[in-house]
């Protein structure tokens, strides 16, 4: 993937010259529509079926959060583009894949663009890079595949835990435990998966329902129809460990 389209959503003629200017410099990035309000931007977003779509939070009749409810995100990464800081966290937990501050500087531009791309690649089925970018209070950090211990998921998120740390990324589970190494995590229920060798202790069966201890205290129920394999595949590495 190489050249990406966009669309560029803002009630601000001069704020729209502006992004068409980075987004120039930067290169690789055409943009195919513009619009000023929520409901072109629903309506040239389904024509259009940009890469991306660069939205104003501040909108005339309906805002950039009523917006994004009419475009379809498995298509296009959303960047959220606005003067007010204090809409970050509402715009992650919608699934926006950045949030740049006016006026967008090139370089901060370009990162948001480059982790579009990456969703955009995996979306296609394109091989990972050994690597994941995840959100860790306010920045993008890249942690090793390898490193993931526990998934959980969070909304239209996922919370990463590895070995560092933990934080966010906008991922399903199921395509995530496709890109990590085979067998890695065991998949606990349609919410979780975790790494067998960090669990510390377990109870229960899967008539009366399992509950998994971690190292680290964290508490893990396991659905009745994963209960064999996951005690199956605890039990496996912890002999793996003794050998």
């Known amino acids: 993937m190489k050249t990406l389209t966009a669309l560029i959503v803002d009630d601000e003629p001069a704020a729209r010259r502006d992004l068409l200017e980075v987004l120039a410099s930067i290169g690789q990035v055409d943009v195919v529509a513009q619009a000023s309000d929520a409901a072109a931007a629903q309506l040239l977003a389904r024509r259009h079926r940009p890469n991306l ?22 298509r ?7 003067a007010y800081a204090q809409f970050a966290l509402r715009a992650f937990e919608v699934g926006a894949t950045d949030y740049l501050l006016k006026p967008v500087e090139e370089e901060r531009c370009r990162r948001a663009i480059e982790r579009a791309r990456e969703i955009l690649q995996r979306a296609q089925g394109e091989t990972p890079s050994g690597t994941l970018e995840i959100e860790e209070r306010g920045r993008h950090v890249r942690v090793a ?44 229920n349609r ?46 590495t912890a002999t793996m460990r003794v050998k």
Not at 61 to 70: D, I, R, S, V
Not at 76 to 82: D, E, G
Not at 157 to 172: A, P, S
Not at 219 to 224: I, K, N, P, Y
């Open 53 to 74: 779509v660069f939205l104003d939070i501040q909108l005339p009749g309906a805002n950039g959060f009523a917006a994004l409810e009419g475009i379809d995100a498995s």
């Open 76 to 82: 296009s990464c959303v960047i959220f583009t606005t």
């Open 191 to 236: 919410h979780q998966a975790v790494d067998p060798s960090t669990v510390q202790a377990w109870s229960g069966s899967g008539q009366r329902g399992l509950r998994l201890v971690l190292r680290d205290g964290t508490e893990l129920s396991v659905s009745r129809r994963r209960s064999t394999e996951v005690v199956n595949r605890i039990r496996r």
């Open 145 to 188: 595949m390898d490193s993931v211990r526990l998934l959980k998921a969070e909304g239209n998120y996922l919370e990463v835990v590895h070995d560092q740390g933990r934080g966010l990324v906008r991922r399903t589970l199921e395509g995530l435990l496709a890109d990590l190494p085979a067998g890695q995590l065991v998949r606990l």
